[in-house]
């Protein structure tokens, strides 16, 4: 039988030391408490060790950057001779060619194959290192995907970025899923609609130059590269963690649903708590949770489609 080429949870990649499994050089592993117990359960990992993959057994000599000029080259530290940065990149584009879509993936920090930010790298004699690169592996893997969500691990420790990595996944996911079905153009609508207050808070001027694409959808010529086009704008405008006062402006605005609805004393409250988290005296949470429950008593269809209130963000 063939396997779907979706599946219900977001499928994302990690470094397997994470996962607790012994592939470092050494024989240890980097277990993530958070990842592997809380995270596990909004997302299915998908692990993979690029340095074994490619060859090099466990334990190893380890490897790190090197810089010759204007090039950074992954190599063994006791012996330069040793390349493996071609290795590394080969195993990022066997890595995306699964079945089943990844929707993100989530990297080792520091790692000269897995590490996304600051890797040290080291000059032509092996010293004086400076965390300026990124590891092998990960540095093919944006350029191959540029559209997929990376995190390193250190960043999902953090809620704001945490919530921000997540949303983009799922919003990746989801927009897999829709291509996989065969999307058309009512689809590329609803994706918009379900996705006004997230783009509104990362970027308003970006969710209006969405807008006419999504509006041409029915009468493209060619809808598969309007959406392509659409895709593309939609993750870029995503990748920079909005700021509390962009999330308290689009806050307001899911507020304004119930400004006729709710009481008076109900409105000061939700107004006070989106202030307090402008004021970062109230996680995300606490508004978003107001929202939630006065959604539940004042049933709005509009909000209730959206990823913005969708508590798997927030745990
Ligand atoms: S950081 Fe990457 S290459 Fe290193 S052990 Fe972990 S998964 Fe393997």
């Known amino acids: 039988m063939t396997a779907p080429a979706t599946s219900a949870r977001p499928r994302i990649g990690i470094s ?23 995270l596990g359960s909004v997302f299915e990992w998908v692990p993979g060790c690029p340095e074994t993959a490619i060859g090099l057994g466990i334990p190893r000599k380890p490897i790190h950057l090197r810089r010759f000029g204007e090039r950074i080259r992954v190599v063994e530290v006791d012996d330069p001779a040793h390349d493996v940065t071609d290795a590394l990149a080969d195993e990022a584009a066997r890595s995306l060619q699964t079945v089943v879509p990844l929707a993100g993936y989530v990297l080792k920090q520091g790692s000269p194959s897995c590490g996304l930010h600051g890797v040290r790298v080291h000059d032509r004699e092996g010293t004086h290192p400076a965390r ?9 893997l944006a350029r191959l995907a540029p559209l997929l969500p990376l995190a390193e691990e250190t960043q999902l420790h953090d809620p704001r970025q945490r919530q921000h990595f997540i949303w983009r996944a799922l919003a990746y996911h989801r927009w897999q899923q829709l291509a996989e079905d065969g999307m058309r153009p009512r689809d590329l609508v609803d994706f918009h609609t379900r996705h006004k207050y997230l783009l509104m808070a990362h970027d308003q001027e970006a969710y209006r130059r969405l807008g006419p694409l999504v509006s041409q959808a029915g009468n493209s010529g060619s809808f598969k590269e309007l959406s392509n086009n659409y895709i593309a704008l939609f993750m870029s405008t995503m990748r920079n963690v909005a700021s509390p006062g962009q999330h308290a402006n689009a806050l307001q605005h899911m507020a304004g649903y119930f400004s006729d609805s ?7 409250e939700l107004g006070e708590a989106i202030e307090a988290y402008r004021l970062a005296q109230l996680p995300l949470a606490m508004p978003v ?10 049933p709005q269809t509009h909000l209730e489609q959206q990823l913005y209130l969708d508590p798997t963000a927030f745990i």
């Open 16 to 38: 397997s030391c994470l996962l607790g499994r012994p592939v470092r050089h050494d024989g240890g592993h980097k277990r993530d408490a958070y990842l592997c117990e809380v």
């Open 132 to 140: 300026e690169g990124r590891g092998g592996f990960a540095a093919e």
């Open 262 to 268: 709710i009481e008076a004393h109900d409105r000061t």
């Open 289 to 298: 949770a107001l929202l939630r429950h006065h959604l539940r008593r004042h």
